[in-house]
Nanobody
């Protein structure tokens, strides 16, 4: 069973930066981290979970939500089975629990299409 564990969340002032990590493990049946499209999603208090960014297995295809474009950077290190989200110029509206997610082969901007999820890491941006 694939396991995803996020880390790096915390409290930061507006304009600051954080780097989230997502460590993946438990791959079986010939699958590896290389075979998975990965994404970051977030859920703010009282709101639905929303797409933040996705990255293909080769990092050749990357997608961002308009709200984070130019401020956030998604990346992955397949040798380390790790997904990252560099968040710069943070705003109070970025406050949310951030989740990493994985699905075999391709990526999607829809959370319902992901098979595996981490437990989430909380990010709080103070004004």
């Amino acid at each position: 069973q694939v396991q995803l564990v996020e880390s790096g969340g915390g409290l930061v002032q507006a304009g600051g930066s954080l780097r989230l990590s997502c460590a993946a493990s438990g791959f079986t049946s010939g699958f590896t981290f290389w075979n998975y499209g990965m994404g970051w999603f977030r859920q703010a208090p009282g709101k639905d979970r929303e797409f933040v960014a996705t990255i293909s297995w080769s990092s050749s295809t990357i997608s961002y939500a308009d709200s984070v474009k130019g401020r956030f950077t998604i990346s992955r290190d397949n040798a380390k089975n790790t997904l990252y989200l560099q968040m710069n110029s943070l705003k109070p509206e970025d406050t949310a629990v951030y989740y990493c997610a994985g699905r075999p082969y391709s990526t999607s901007n829809f959370d319902s299409e992901y098979n595996y999820w981490g437990q989430g890491t909380a990010v709080t941006v103070s004004s």
